[in-house]
């Protein structure tokens, strides 16, 4: 039987995570201390050599993403540090315990990025129904004043930062990080057009680094304990540990905190076995903008390269579980729903796609002469769409229909 190996949430029931007493007590900012020791190019080479790879659905390596930041525009005057709190996608709820139950842990990895990148500026930008995130991040940054770990001089080494909080309104779509940063700037959540990148030009036109919850999360760590210790977690090309969410047709939904690498079948055993002993028939992988997988996948091994050569993902770490007797079909027609509901309206393929998606998918059910041309003819739209569209939202229906066609192409032309 698997067990959690919990080292992003081994304080979680150990200390107050309002206390920064009780995280220093147990380690904290010891992370800090040690990286302004060393030279910023230094944190970078440690995280890069650690092979921590981003953990907000991407996998892009953290280190190079520092790199390339800390490099762009050597004269310019400012650089940020901007914390993608946003977590929209459904069945994703792993940064939201980070943010309740240790906000210093990913403070901190913060101001360690901070450093690397030589920022002295940072946002976090969390959605605005995470009340008890908000209040307790907050708290937190209030209290690393108090003791030095924020502001001027930090620690006696010369270096300053500052950060505060900035709210989104919900949209799903202000998740991807150049929407992001045009609602940080006060603008409509729309999209921008790549490149220039964030770490180009980012934030009031500046070099941003760009860094999710749960990735920041691991910082502290590597540099405390090094890359070697990283290293012997996970796997070779995916190091660490991940915190995956699991809901659905579960005995214990929850969140769960494990070696890179862990199969959909182990998860599922972590998760208390299927729901009333039913057999498993599906899972999402990665929410809404994520992938279908049948059986055959329960024992492939969930990193970033395997899943991706498998025509799955990994997104954010979300699992959603489906028993024998659940619909694709309704799960399928939600996710396209949620597309509609969530497009900026900006780009035509977009705003127009996601519409007729759910027109057809709603034809799927109601007796289409031809149902298997029509979801062929959906899958090619929806790779149209992820060829043209602006932003990762119209790049998305396609992973949900073509892996929910692979899988289960019987289901959804006879429903």
């Keep these: 039987m698997i067990k959690e190996t919990r080292i992003i949430l081994k304080n979680i029931g150990k200390i107050n995570p309002e206390s920064i007493d009780d995280y220093i007590s147990a380690g904290g900012y010891k992370g800090l201390e040690k990286a302004l020791g060393l030279k910023p190019v230094e944190v970078i080479d440690e995280l890069l050599e650690a092979g921590l790879r981003g953990r907000g659905g991407a996998g892009f390596s953290t280190g190079m993403k520092q790199k390339f930041t800390s490099e762009s525009c ?7 540090v901007v914390v993608n709190a946003d977590e929209g996608e459904p069945g994703t709820f792993k940064d939201r315990v980070i943010m309740e139950q240790d906000p210093h842990l990913y403070l901190e990895g913060t101001i360690i990025a901070a450093w690397a990148i030589q920022a002295t500026k940072g946002y976090i930008y969390i959605r605005a129904e995470y009340y008890e995130s ?6 937190a940054i209030e209290a690393a004043y108090k003791k030095g770990f924020l502001g001027t001089n930090i620690l006696g080494s010369g270096f300053d930062f500052d950060i505060e909080i900035k709210l989104g309104a919900g949209s799903y779509l202000c998740g991807e990080e150049l929407t992001m940063l045009e609602s940080l700037e006060g603008k409509r959540g729309n999209p921008r057009i790549k490149p220039p990148f964030p770490a ?4 009031f036109g500046m070099p941003t680094l760009v860094n999710n919850v749960e990735t920041l999360a691991n910082a502290p760590l590597i540099i405390a304990n090094g890359k070697e210790w990283y290293r012997s977690l996970g796997t070779e090309r995916s190091p660490g540990t991940k915190i995956f969410t699991i809901s659905g047709q579960v005995n214990k939904p929850g969140y769960f905190e494990v070696h890179m690498g862990v199969t959909l079948r182990q998860l599922i055993e972590l998760a208390g076995g299927m729901k009333n002993g039913k057999p498993f028939k599906a899972g999402l992988l990665g929410g809404a903008a994520g992938t279908f997988v049948g059986a055959s996948m329960l024992d492939e091994r969930m990193t970033y390269d395997n899943l991706k050569e498998k025509g799955a993902t990994l997104g954010s770490g979300a699992v959603i579980i489906m028993a024998e007797g659940d619909s694709v079909y309704d799960i399928l027609h939600n996710c396209l729903r949620f597309f ?14 996601t519409t007729q998606l759910v027109s057809e998918a709603d034809k799927l059910r109601n007796g289409h002469p031809d149902k298997k041309s029509l979801l062929v003819r959906m899958v090619k739209q929806s790779e149209i769409m992820a060829a043209t569209s602006l932003c990762p939202l119209g790049q998305s229906p396609v992973l949900p229909l073509e892996s929910a066609g692979r899988y289960f192409e019987q289901e959804l032309i006879t429903i």
């Design 74 to 80: 050597l004269k310019c005057p400012q650089r940020y």
């Design 134 to 139: 908000i209040r307790k991040t907050q708290k």
């Design 200 to 203: 180009e030009k980012g934030v």
């Design 340 to 353: 509609r509901h969530e497009s900026c309206g900006k780009c035509v393929p977009c705003r127009v796609g």
